[in-house]
């Protein structure tokens, strides 16, 4: 299993890609549609371009198509401030195969002059039909020092509360913090729909999160070869509980680490989760599909 997450010596021209930021070639399609169940196409477009290549007059379109035509047609896009949140839930309203989740990332929250006021702004985006999920939220001890600590709580809790009013999936950021942002779960009550975000835990962990029903999404960070707990982890969720990522531009899989990541790069992360869990790929598919569904459904 360990060989086939191992990261092959780059090519001269692989090297010289990686240096110029171009997105990879397209992997070999799926045999069955997935979504990518986080992006950034805002994040994407604006800093790394259109997969595929070339200019596009409709870069969402030309990402959607790309991405597509590896067998990952349906995107969540997600909100990371007020301004990220409200782009999004247009853009699912714009593009039948987007839908939105609209938060203040953790990070974001400590720097808020008026986090009140940032989020009555995520409620009223919360009430619109295309979005679907409140998040990124969550707790990260990575970045966030300890004086800011108490905003990003307090932001968690106010995105907790938002969820279940309006019943919508909770999609947590949760970088170096498990046993807390557990915690905080725990005393606030979890909504129905709890989704992991690039799950980044242990074995102990995953068997917490699976045991409350909550769903693990795994991005191109358990194809690492340094991700041996990361596959632990994967390997002991049900196929009902895996829903795979990009996170994109950010976590590019094996073997294209250092270049931009978008949507059609999936089958990679989906490949390498059946490797790890021992599943038959369309089995696979079809799981992380149903969970999708069942998550942020129907699109």
Same mark, same amino acid.
């Given at each position: ?33 997935? $979504? ?13 371009? #259109?997969?595929? *290549? *070339? ?19 349906? $995107? ?10 409200? @782009? ?9 195969? #987007? ?25 009223? $985006? ?10 990124e939220t969550g707790m990260d001890f990575f970045r966030t020092g300890d004086e800011g600590r108490t905003a990003q709580e307090a932001s968690f809790r106010a995105h907790i509360a938002i969820a279940k009013r309006y019943g919508k999936a909770l999609v947590i950021h949760d ?13 606030? *009550? ?22 409350? *029903? ?14 041996t707990a990361l596959r632990e982890a994967a390997a002991l969720t049900p196929l009902d509980q895996i829903l795979v990522e990009t996170d994109a531009p950010y976590l ?12 059609? $790069? ?32 129907? @699109?």
């Open positions: 299993m360990l060989s086939l997450m191992s990261e092959p010596t780059e090519t001269r021209r692989e090297r010289a890609a990686r240096r110029a930021g171009e997105f990879p070639p397209a992997p070999e399609p799926l045999p069955r549609p997935v $979504l990518d169940s986080h992006t950034h196409l805002d994040i994407t477009v604006s800093e790394a371009g #259109v997969p595929g *290549g *070339g200019p596009s007059d409709d870069p969402i379109a030309t990402a959607i198509t790309v991405a597509t035509g590896v067998g990952v047609d349906r $995107l969540v896009q997600v909100g990371v401030d007020v301004a990220s949140s409200r @782009w999004g839930a247009d853009i699912a309203e714009a593009y039948p195969a #987007v839908l939105a989740t609209v938060a203040l990332h953790p990070n974001e929250a400590p720097r808020l002059a008026d986090l009140d006021e940032a989020l009555r702004e995520i409620e009223s $985006l919360a009430a619109r039909d295309r979005v679907r999920g409140i998040g970088r170096d913090a498990h046993a807390d942002v557990l915690r905080i779960l725990d005393d606030e *009550g979890a909504p129905d729909t709890v989704v992991l975000h690039c799950f980044s835990g242990d074995a102990e962990f995953a068997r917490e999160c699976v045991r409350r *029903g909550y769903l693990l999404s795994f991005a191109g960070t358990v194809t690492f070869g340094s991700a590019t899989p094996t073997p294209h680490r250092g270049r931009p990541n978008a949507s059609y $790069l999936i089958p990679l992360t989906v490949r390498a989760l059946a490797a790890t869990t021992g599943s038959d790929l369309d089995e696979l598919c079809a799981a992380i599909s149903a969970a999708g569904d069942r998550a942020f459904g129907p @699109w």
